[in-house]
């Protein structure tokens, strides 16, 4: 179904072109029912239809943008039905996490699903002075207790790169 979202977004873009390009290079010979049309009024007309084509195309596109995103959910099972979690939304709360933790030191957040559960892989740049197997250990435990209590889902396990160290002066 997300596919047939992605062609009909496509064909209406190839739509919005094609008239925007109708409208660009309009003839004035072009006649409509029998009289010729102004060339400022074909040309508004054909600018208009370009203009709908392409919020039509946007809304398709968002559409299958949305449908895609729900498609790699993660699941959980609830008495009253499945609650679906983004991997955007677990993401923004591990960037959250790492932020109070961590402050203004940069750090990048990916996610690897594992069957049911998750890992996660922080890569990151720790202050000069911070000891790593201490912080580290101190983050891999805060993000998998809070990400799990926050959101139900268990992590697997987390990954923390250190890729440098940032000099504070």
Known sequence: MTFVLWLEALLLLACAALSALGASL?????????SAASPLTVRVGLGVLAAVFLV???IC??????RAG???ALALSAPKGLIFITPRTVSQLVVGLLAEELGE???????LPKGKALALRVSLRLPAEASIPSLAERLQEVLST??????GLEV???????????LRG
Do not use: I, K
């Open 26 to 34: 309009y003839l004035p010979e072009v006649v409509v029912g029998g």
């Open 105 to 111: 030191t940069p750090f990048q957040v990916a996610l």
């Open 146 to 151: 809070e990400v799990a209590r926050r959101t």
């Open 61 to 66: 596109m968002a559409v299958a943008v949305r």
């Open 70 to 72: 729900l498609a790699q």
């Open 156 to 166: 697997q396990e987390v990954q923390v790169l250190v890729n440098g160290a940032t």
């Open 56 to 58: 039509a195309s946007g």
